[in-house]
């Protein structure tokens, strides 16, 4: 870049013969050379220190950012936590008001007014249960969460006595599921969640639903497969989106939290759930359940 770096220089009293020029020729391309890279290895490092530098000062930002995203998210978790705790108590008063109405002055009622009351109790359990779902989001990873070996099978024939699946319902487990490391009650929530939908949405004379676990490098990979109406692709990332529901109709139950509930949980855990789906073919809610959980710090 015209500046002079550095100086180098053969010299003698007496001055130098033709002969003697040729033979430091040699020397004095070699010197040249040798220069040449020290001012192509000076300006790589100090290329390399300004690379450095500005990596420096990205992972400053980021680390910032980060903080500042986690605090917001504390936040927002602390405010749903404490806002759906303390809807819960005057939901149970409505709904506990709503039945002794029913139960002590049903006499005193017409038709129409005995189904105002049952649709005011459908009304708050439905509320109820949007709460409860909620508040099981905002708990996740709120806390360290004790885990244990959890024989998935096992599992699976727990939340299958829970949902009891009508008799034209084959919810196919297969024996070799593997048993697994994490906290029982998350686990519960991911199952009972996707094998609810997968029930609430079948569309078939004959529904058919298996789980399928499959060893990847460090983790599980699960599929709950159905062979209900399918998931159109635009709607593959909705559906996982709190309050988002594919189906609105008020003859299916849901709050649109189950599969936002599904998604933290795994997430939180360090793994990731996505939808494999052909309309009309059914459905594949897929998640790498990974054998360790992350740190919170990560």
């Known amino acids: 870049?015209?500046?002079?770096?550095?100086?180098?220089?053969?010299?003698?009293?007496?001055?130098?013969?033709?002969?003697?020029?040729?033979?430091?020729?040699?020397?004095?391309?070699?010197?040249?050379?040798?220069?040449?890279?020290?001012?192509?290895?000076?300006?790589?490092?100090?290329?390399?220190?300004?690379?450095?530098?500005?990596?420096?000062?990205?992972?400053?930002?980021?680390?910032?950012?980060?903080?500042?995203?986690?605090?917001?998210?504390?936040?927002l978790a602390e405010f749903a936590y404490v806002v759906t705790h303390d809807l819960k108590a005057p939901l149970r008063g409505i709904h506990q008001l709503a039945e002794w109405l029913t139960?002590?002055?049903?006499?005193?009622?017409?038709?129409?007014?005995?189904?105002?009351?049952?649709?005011?109790?459908?009304?708050?359990l439905h509320l109820q249960r949007l709460v409860d779902g909620l508040l099981a989001c905002a708990r996740v990873g709120r806390s360290p969460e004790t885990e244990t070996s959890v024989s998935v099978v096992q599992l699976l024939q727990d939340v299958i006595g829970v949902l009891a699946p009508p008799p034209q319902v084959i919810i196919d487990v297969p024996n070799n599921l593997p048993t697994i490391r994490g906290n029982p009650e998350r686990l519960h929530q991911i199952f009972q969640n996707l094998l609810d939908n997968a029930l609430k949405y079948l569309d078939k004379?004959?529904?058919?639903?298996?789980?399928?676990?499959?060893?990847?490098?460090?983790?599980?990979?699960?599929?709950?497969i159905d062979n209900g109406p399918g998931i159109p692709l635009r709607f593959r990332e909705k559906v996982f989106q709190i309050f988002q529901r594919l189906d609105t109709r008020s003859d299916i139950p849901g709050t649109g939290l189950g599969l936002t509930l599904v998604r933290r949980i795994i997430e939180a855990r360090g793994g990731r759930a996505w939808i494999e789906s052909f309309d009309n073919e059914g459905t594949s809610v897929c998640f790498i359940w990974p054998d360790r959980a992350r740190r919170r710090t990560e």
Request: with cysteine; aromatic share 4%; proline share 3%.
């Open 205 to 224: 004379p004959e529904g058919r639903v298996r789980v399928e676990a499959t060893r990847q490098s460090g983790a599980w990979e699960f599929r709950v």
């Open 1 to 75: 870049d015209d500046k002079i770096l550095g100086v180098a220089g053969l010299s003698r009293s007496a001055p130098y013969d033709p002969n003697e020029i040729r033979k430091l020729d040699p020397l004095l391309l070699t010197c040249a050379s040798l220069f040449g890279a020290i001012r192509t290895a000076r300006r790589r490092q100090e290329a390399e220190a300004q690379i450095r530098q500005l990596n420096a000062e990205l992972e400053k930002r980021v680390e910032e950012r980060t903080a500042d995203l986690r605090a917001m998210n504390e936040e």
């Open 103 to 124: 139960h002590d002055h049903a006499f005193g009622l017409d038709v129409n007014g005995l189904k105002l009351l049952a649709l005011l109790r459908r009304r708050v």
